[in-house]
């Protein structure tokens, strides 16, 4: 979904020919509020391709002090390059370096360092649709303009049934308290592109700018719900550059879709001055702000109950327990009393909360 409606779209031809399906794309930021970089590189491909971009493996990529020290990063996997404990100075002027594993170099432009006002507030209101986040700031120097913000959202939710016992070795035995596969957090990174500007305001004020909805019977909103805002000044090359992306992508998905290749940015090739690069490499610090929204927050109307699916359960003799409690099932909790006649399972996805993509580990800001 995109935050921000536009009137009109006007036409967009296609640039791509068979000769630049491979264009290198780049995410570069340099980060003074924790004196880190991170950098992604990717290879784009043609719309028409059912596959996805590549991730830019085994690179040389470098942070570069103008006039100073050069600083290489390392490869975290996907594509990733990062460093943390940069000796970085908010004064001088840096730029990105790289070396593909083709030979090929690229570089971007030098740029400064932009320092970031802070976030003036994160709120969410809701409606019979959901809850919709907006975030608000202000410059009271009046000098910057232009705005990026991202944000990362993390949940709380539950697997159908909570398993109390587990089959070790045919053994039926009690989990432990690190063993609770029945609640977890997942944590999303956001894609959309939200830009905006103040240059055509009377006021260097964003007053409620959209960021994101959740709707309505979301799983997001079923236990607890946090969302974490980042905000980043944007020099105006940077913002064209964005909103140009923006412009490009709008029926395309994500930021790291397949991209057409005549959006450019700072990062050029030293090997070859036609080769098409596409990407923007910034830095400067960040604001952030962070946000919880509890399901006692919300109104009636939108307190949904958890759905189950098509989870059921099943159950399973004594004798027989041995047949279950492997890949496919999971044992969920004993019947019969006075003494245990049996016990109930049901599927793995249903019983274990990590099929669905989040992980048992609580996050320390929770």
Request: contains cysteine.
């Amino acid at each position: 979904m995109l935050s921000l409606v536009m009137s009109c779209v006007d036409p967009y031809q296609l640039p791509f020919t068979n000769e630049t399906t491979n264009v290198l794309v780049v995410d570069g930021f340099i980060n003074t509020s924790d004196q880190s970089a991170t950098v992604k590189l990717t290879r784009a491909v043609r719309l028409s391709d059912a596959k996805t971009p590549s991730p830019e493996k085994k690179a040389i990529v470098s942070i570069e002090e103008q006039g100073g020290a050069v600083t290489s990063l390392a490869e975290t996997g996907n594509g990733i390059y990062s460093r943390k404990g940069i000796a970085l100075n908010s004064s001088k002027n840096y730029r990105l370096t790289i070396t593909a594993v083709d030979g090929k170099k690229y570089s971007s432009d030098f740029i400064t360092l932009l320092q970031t006002p802070p976030i003036d507030g994160v709120r969410w209101e809701t409606s019979s649709d959901g809850v919709n986040i907006y975030v608000n700031t202000h410059d009271p120097s009046g000098t910057k303009p232009f705005y990026r913000w991202n944000f990362v959202e993390t949940w709380l939710y539950n697997s159908a049934f909570y398993s109390s016992i587990k089959l070790v070795n045919g053994a039926v035995v009690l989990r432990s308290d690190a063993e609770n596969i029945f609640d977890c957090w997942k944590t999303v990174s956001s894609s959309d592109i939200l830009i905006s500007s103040t240059v055509r305001l009377s006021e260097s004020t964003i007053h409620d700018f959209p960021i994101t909805t959740i709707p309505k019977g979301s799983q997001k909103l079923l236990i607890r719900y946090s969302l974490q805002v980042n905000q980043f000044s944007l020099s105006k090359e940077a913002y064209d550059y964005w909103q140009q992306l923006r412009k490009t992508t709008t029926n395309l998905g994500g930021l790291f879709d397949p991209l057409p290749s005549q959006v450019t940015g700072n990062v050029h090739s030293e090997s070859d001055p036609m080769e098409s690069v596409l990407g923007f490499f910034s830095g400067g610090s960040v604001s952030s702000n962070r946000i919880f929204i509890s399901l006692n927050d919300l109104p009636p109307a939108l307190k949904v109950s958890r759905n189950i699916g098509d989870c059921t359960m099943d159950s399973v003799l004594v004798k027989d327990v041995k047949s279950v409690g492997g890949v496919a099932f999971l044992l969920v909790s004993p019947y019969g009393t006075p003494f245990t006649i049996g016990y109930q399972y049901s599927s793995v996805g249903c019983v274990d909360c990590r099929k669905q993509g989040g992980i048992t580990t609580r996050p320390d800001f929770w």
